[in-house]
């Protein structure tokens, strides 16, 4: 039997925000306002099942993003990063196939506003993998450069 995924999700006890209303650490999160969640089980019904090898190595960060929806923004927090996309926790649920906007940017190029194009792949909870739809050469050499810094995540 394999091992089971994790997801994250905000904690419900201080809606994210890592503190009771007091001003003391959550006891629930331990402060961070995010509490584990299992993922989903793979589907076997004729969807494809993920079969561990990405494309590109993925990183650890701690960004501040905007994330455009077609009705809003959301602020959102990203957790790791590669030149394919990036993980983002955002307050509220997005569905998968949603097209969205990425605005931020990065602590080497503090000036510079990334504002990329793409997709929402999964969605466990509040956790979001988003797929670049569209890097120009510029933008794929920002993150490389940003991604070589950072330490990578295993699988």
């Keep these: 039997m394999g091992s089971s995924s994790l997801g994250y999700t905000p904690c419900e006890d201080c809606h994210g925000g890592g503190k009771k209303s007091d ?3 959550c006891p629930n999160c331990h402060g961070s306002g995010l509490v584990a969640v299992p993922a989903p089980p793979h589907q076997e019904n004729g969807e494809k099942k993920w079969t561990g090898k990405r494309r590109f190595t993925r990183y650890l960060t701690n960004l501040l993003i905007l994330v455009s929806i077609p009705e809003r923004d959301m602020e959102g927090c ?3 990063i590669s030149e394919g996309g990036l993980g983002v926790l955002l307050r509220e649920p997005v569905p998968v196939g949603t097209g969205v906007v ?3 940017t990065v ?3 503090p000036s510079e506003l990334l504002r990329l194009q793409a997709v929402v792949r999964y969605q466990i909870g509040f956790q979001h ?3 670049f739809v569209s890097l120009n050469e510029a933008e794929r050499r920002v993150i490389r450069q940003f991604c070589s810094q950072l330490p990578s995540v295993g699988g």
Excluded: A, I, Y
Aim: aromatic share 6%; charged share 20%; proline share 7%.
């Design 78 to 80: 990203c957790t790791h």
């Design 23 to 25: 001003g003391t650490r």
């Design 129 to 131: 993998g988003v797929e």
């Design 102 to 104: 990425l605005h931020f």
């Design 107 to 109: 602590p080497d190029h």
